[in-house]
């Protein structure tokens, strides 16, 4: 059997007519944990929502493959339901729509149970989602394992939430979906030390239980003391600049990004 593999091969990323990402190249094969690390305005975010399919970064040069078959043409949820992830840095806030209802939705079409529903000439919206029985059972044991309180999913998805409730509940969809391959951007991102250890254990648990592909997006170290990974590449001005083990994350975090402009240059 093939090696499953996340190939991002040459993308070149337009936002506006205005090029932010030249050529970046980079290979994510099953099971393996690679850090993406750079200076704010270097484009890390804007590689995450391309990966996913974002409508407004428009691909001009390049590709993206999963298990040799390009995602361009594909819109975000025919991405989701081949495999791909994305935790983004800041979610969006979805008044009326509940965390229970929303993950439901968003599992049971990931698993094809509207697919099924439609090639059946089933028009019941019951009929295309997961059975409740079923999605609770399943829901209940990740609301144990990460630590969230049940009540946790009556709010309003992501309304009011704190940065360490956006992020657990980024991480519950992520439990529940399990893909092949996850891009978590910034998962640190507005975490306190006891919310950074409870995530990281959560990803580190599905790592190990998924074998999925990560491709961690942040500034600091921190995060990268939990979710270990086997390679960092460093990103500037939109490209990945140098690569290497986990001991470039100590380089990093000693010398910061200044020599980044001295080292590579314009």
């Known amino acids: 059997m093939a090696e499953s593999t996340l190939e991002i091969r040459d993308l070149h990323v337009s ?136 009540l946790f999913l009556r709010r309003y998805l992501n309304e009011g939430f704190s940065g360490g409730e956006k992020k657990r509940a980024e991480i519950l969809q992520l439990a529940l979906l399990r893909p092949a391959f996850a891009v978590l951007d910034e998962p640190d991102s507005g975490l306190d030390i006891d919310a950074v250890r409870i995530v990281s254990e959560g990803v580190n648990r599905l790592h190990a239980e998924l074998q999925m592909g990560l491709l961690v997006i942040t500034h600091y170290q921190r995060i990268l003391n939990y979710i270990q990974p086997q390679l960092v590449h460093i990103f500037y001005k939109g490209q990945i600049v140098q690569s290497g083990d986990a001991s470039l994350v100590a380089v990093l975090e000693e010398r910061g990004y200044e020599w980044l402009e001295k080292e590579v240059g314009g």
Not at 28 to 45: C, D, Q, T, W
Not at 99 to 109: D, G, I, K, R, Y
Request: hydrophobic share 35%; charged share 20%.
């Open 15 to 150: 936002v506006g007519g205005k090029e932010i990402l030249k050529g970046v190249n980079l290979t994510v094969r099953r099971g393996e944990i690679h850090a993406l690390m750079g200076p704010n305005g270097s484009g890390k975010s804007t590689l995450s929502y391309t990966l996913m399919g974002h409508p407004h970064y428009t691909v001009t040069q390049g590709d993206i493959l999963l298990d040799g078959v390009s995602l361009l043409g594909l819109t975000p949820d025919e991405r989701a339901r081949r495999g791909l992830f994305l935790a983004m840095q800041y979610p969006v806030a979805i008044p009326g729509v509940t965390l229970q209802n929303f993950l439901h939705v968003a599992v049971s079409a990931q698993r094809g149970y509207g697919e099924q529903a439609r090639q059946q000439g089933d028009s019941r919206i019951q009929a295309r989602l997961m059975p409740m029985g079923l999605f609770r059972k399943e829901l209940d044991e990740q609301l144990k394992r990460l630590q969230i309180d049940p």
